[in-house]
């Protein structure tokens, strides 16, 4: 299976997000398999930069919405207005109507704000005024959240949260990336200059081949093992949902794409564990940090045995 438009766009997006090869993996991971990635870490470690170079690197329209205590559903989806002459309401659509929306800080507005975001996010439509209006066939959304800061904030609800396929941390550089980053030309330039190398009919000829991804029985039993050990173990108050258990398939599927690969392995699961099912729980303890689910969720995979060749 030829991958090699997927290393390419791989490729170009670490020219400008240095150091962060599996991050940028999986934000492509999440884009093939019809998802939508959170990025949930401090100020100033590129979430905003990997959002904005994706979506310079994939042919298609892109809007930012910074998120704020005063956006309103509206500013979101758009709103119908009275056309005088022809004497009716006439639809204008907001921002959503995108093929890659950036939702800077999304956990900044209000509930109500967040909830216009899950039909969009779940079905690619909006409805408004009883009338539903599809989105782009690749819709997709990127958001961000500072975990460290909850002054003005709305922490997002479970059902928001299940809406994101994956939960992503950049985390900080290593030295020699910083030094690099430091001693580098202007990124901003570099961002700037980058140039599609994914047509949005290839990514859709993508997507559609991630479905015909097969799936060993032995996988996808390992797969309903590894959820319906959330569902038993102690630590864990509200496990995965086979709505989750499906989004850890399809990840896998896409995962195995990109390694060029028209098969899954218990590897591409394991790979996609983590971001898929850490935001996904609710820990007994009453703990909330992503650190401490992803812990969890680790501490899960170790005990689970994993499927080998024949077994």
Same mark, same amino acid.
């Given at each position: 299976?030829d991958a ?8 170009q997006i670490? @020219?400008?997000?240095v ?7 999986l934000?492509?991971?999440?884009l #093939?398999?019809? *998802? /939508?990635?959170?990025f949930?870490d ?8 990997l959002?904005?170079?994706?979506a310079?690197?994939?042919?298609g329209?892109?809007?930012?919405? +910074?998120f704020t205590?005063? %956006?309103?559903?509206n500013?979101? %989806?758009?709103?119908s ?7 009716q309401f006439?639809? /204008? ?9 950036l ?11 967040q909830s216009?975001?899950?039909q ?18 690749n819709?997709?959304? =990127?958001?961000?959240?500072?975990p !460290?800061?909850?002054?003005g904030?709305?922490? %997002? ?6 809406r994101f396929?994956?939960s ?11 030094l690099?980053l430091? $001693?580098?030309?202007?990124? +901003?330039?570099a961002?700037?200059? #980058?140039? &599609?190398?994914? !047509?949005?009919?290839?990514? !859709? ?19 309903? @093992? =590894?959820? +319906?050990? @959330?569902?038993?173990? &102690?630590?864990i108050r509200? *496990?995965?949902?086979p709505?989750g258990?499906?989004?850890?398939m399809? $990840?896998?599927?896409a ?5 060029g690969?028209?098969?899954? =392995?218990?590897?591409?699961? +394991?790979?996609?564990l983590?971001?898929?099912?850490s /935001?996904?729980?609710v %820990?007994?303890? *009453?703990a909330? !940090?992503?650190s &401490? ?6 501490d899960?995979?170790?005990r ?5 060749? *024949?077994?």
């Amino acid at each position: 299976m030829d991958a090699t438009a997927l290393t390419t766009l791989i490729d170009q997006i670490s @020219t400008v997000v240095v150091g962060k090869p599996a991050i940028i993996k999986l934000t492509v991971t999440a884009l #093939l398999a019809g *998802g /939508h990635v959170l990025f949930e870490d401090v100020p100033g470690v590129g979430k905003t930069t990997l959002a904005r170079a994706l979506a310079r690197s994939v042919a298609g329209d892109f809007n930012r919405i +910074q998120f704020t205590p005063d %956006l309103l559903p509206n500013d979101i %989806l758009g709103v119908s207005i009275l056309n005088q002459q022809a004497n009716q309401f006439e639809f /204008h659509p907001g921002p959503i109507f995108t093929t890659m929306l950036l939702a800077d800080e999304i956990n900044r507005a209000t509930p109500r704000t967040q909830s216009a975001l899950l039909q969009a996010m779940a079905e690619q439509q909006i409805t408004i005024d009883g009338t539903t209006y599809d989105l782009p066939a690749n819709f997709f959304v =990127l958001a961000t959240e500072n975990p !460290s800061e909850y002054a003005g904030t709305y922490p %997002l609800p479970e059902a928001q949260l299940d809406r994101f396929l994956f939960s992503l941390q950049v985390g900080y550089p290593t030295w020699p990336d910083e030094l690099a980053l430091y $001693a580098g030309d202007d990124r +901003q330039q570099a961002l700037t200059d #980058l140039q &599609a190398v994914l !047509s949005e009919a290839a990514l !859709s000829q993508l997507k559609a081949t991630v479905n015909q991804v097969t799936v060993d029985q032995k996988v996808t039993e390992y797969v309903l @093992t =590894l959820v +319906q050990a @959330t569902r038993n173990d &102690a630590a864990i108050r509200l *496990g995965i949902s086979p709505r989750g258990g499906l989004a850890l398939m399809q $990840a896998g599927r896409a995962y195995a794409l990109i390694n060029g690969r028209d098969y899954v =392995l218990p590897e591409d699961i +394991q790979a996609v564990l983590i971001p898929t099912f850490s /935001h996904r729980l609710v %820990l007994a303890n *009453g703990a909330q !940090s992503l650190s &401490a689910k992803q812990q969890v969720v680790r501490d899960l995979q170790n005990r689970t045995p994993v499927p080998t060749k *024949g077994a």
